[in-house]
């Protein structure tokens, strides 16, 4: 059983074309996240969701819009893809909002821009 | 956010006990102390979190300072398959938000 899924786990693709990524737990939790990780392995904050609504957005520029259509899941689209986009994303989840709980992570989705 | 500092890199030899440490001078309160680790091609991977005190799980132990400014954790039989990078973050109590650094790459050698 795998706790935190996604789809697709690659993705490659043209500049300017609009894309998604989906993610799906499990596991029960409120809470859900998107990570950007880039070509130098740093790993980035892009939202969190809590109950559908939306709680973190880190000046992630507005053609990546996150959509919660339920608790379970939290998708990903990107409009007009840009080469700077290239990079790995991952979806987490956790059972709430403190500092406090453990956030479980996808495998990841590794998309190339060309 | 609140910093930590970390190694770049450490090795280990397998069956070995591994002490990563982590310095987070900066430290408040209300921080907890979070390590996760990133095995290659793969997500990052929950080990362990506290908050004052020392914390053990079936996968590592914590040790915090008393002062709280820095952190160890301890794996205590390295195996091939704890290479990975360890990240040690700050999260303040109040949010879900991790920042992860550049972390510790770790290296099992046989």
């Known amino acids: 059983d795998t706790a935190v899924s996604q789809t697709p786990k690659y993705l490659v693709t043209q500049m300017g074309n609009d894309k998604s990524i989906k993610c799906e737990q499990n596991?029960?939790?409120?809470?859900m996240y998107w990570y950007k990780q880039d070509s130098k392995k740093f790993l980035k904050i892009m939202f969190s969701?809590?109950?559908?609504?939306?709680?973190i957005n880190e000046t992630v520029p507005n053609r990546f819009s996150p959509k919660s259509p339920d608790k379970a899941h939290l998708n990903l689209h990107i409009n007009s893809l840009e080469l700077g986009d290239s990079a790995v994303y991952f979806c987490?989840?956790?059972?709430?909002?403190?500092?406090?709980?453990?956030?479980?992570f996808g495998p990841g989705t590794r998309l190339t821009v060309l | 956010d609140a910093k930590t500092t970390q190694p770049n890199s450490m090795e280990s030899n397998e069956e070995e006990p591994v002490h990563l440490p982590c310095n987070h001078s900066?430290?408040?309160?209300?921080?907890?102390i979070h390590w996760y680790r990133q095995l290659p091609s793969q997500g990052p991977e929950y080990v362990i979190h506290?908050?004052?005190s020392n914390v053990n799980n079936r996968m590592a132990s914590l040790a915090i300072a008393e002062d709280r400014k820095s952190s160890t954790l301890i794996l205590h039989r390295a195996t091939l398959r704890d290479a990975a990078v360890y990240y040690c973050?700050?999260?303040?109590?109040?949010?879900?938000?991790?920042?992860f650094g550049k972390g510790t790459k770790l290296t099992v050698n046989p």
């Open positions: 987490a989840s956790s059972p709430g909002t403190s500092g406090g709980v453990e956030q479980f």
């Open positions: 596991l029960g939790h409120d809470t």
């Open positions: 969701y809590n109950n559908k609504e939306l709680i």
């Open positions: 900066t430290i408040s309160g209300t921080d907890y």
């Open positions: 506290g908050l004052t």
């Open positions: 973050i700050l999260n303040w109590g109040g949010s879900e938000k991790l920042v």
